[in-house]
């Protein structure tokens, strides 16, 4: 089990040391996490429904405390504590983002373009700058015409652009997305891995919670990987996770029966991202 951390070897973006997390106090959430996510890069929480993921990444956005434990931006404490210093609040939602798997969850302004106002109209900046600001995010993301349309008016792909810009539109360094393509058709999917990659190459952090096997392949990026016990059972690269299939079947993130063709048995071995693996076994 490979889940080695040394914070004195390396600074990390957003750091987890030992945290747990319990729901009611009762229902364990996160175990004894431990984990670094660099600057600038893209990394991936992997795991199967229920493991913790999104618990994860409300623990680093600061929207529940861990029960014990420590989380960091840049070296920084995030507790319930340290977010009730105004300053620190402001200079932490500025440079964390957070995108909810469920759009209808994030989305609530009359108009989309009131929506991407809305955020850098809180941390108080300039009128003018903010719509100034927004419509150039309108036009990357290629949502212009939806400026003045109401939420409940746009496809499951619309409102996943709009919620994404509308974080854009506070400019931060660290981009946490829940399930991103959860739900979207092809092509959404498509656009959607490119503006991640694209937006990697621009400097921004990337944290995204998956259990889209064949997205972490597509990104091809450091990759923690959550057992059903909720502890980080591995972390590393996109492409030893991916080919270790022991430890994919261990997790619940792929997944193997067997059916028979005469006196032969096959076995299947099912991903979110290749076609399977079959071992055929002949009984005598």
Known sequence: MDVSLDSKAESFTVELKDVHYSYYGKIPALCGISLGVRESEIFAIVGSNGCGKSTLLH???GLVYPSSGAVLFRGSAVSEESLRNQQFLRHFRAHMGYVFQDSDTQLFCPTVLDELMFGPLQIGLDRGEVLERSRQVLDMMEI???????SYMLSSGEKKRVAIASVLTMNPDVLLLDEPTSGLDPRSQTYLVELMLALNEAGKTIVIATHDLSLVAEL??????LSEEHTVER?????A????????LRVNLIHEHRHAHGSTTHRHVHSHYRTHDHEDTTEG
């Open 235 to 239: 972390i590393g690269e996109a492409h």
């Open 144 to 150: 212009a015409d939806l400026a003045e349309r109401h």
């Open 241 to 248: 996770i991916l080919g270790d299939t022991g430890l994919l």
């Open 220 to 225: 091809s990026c450091r990759v923690g990987v």
């Open 59 to 61: 623990v680093m956005n």
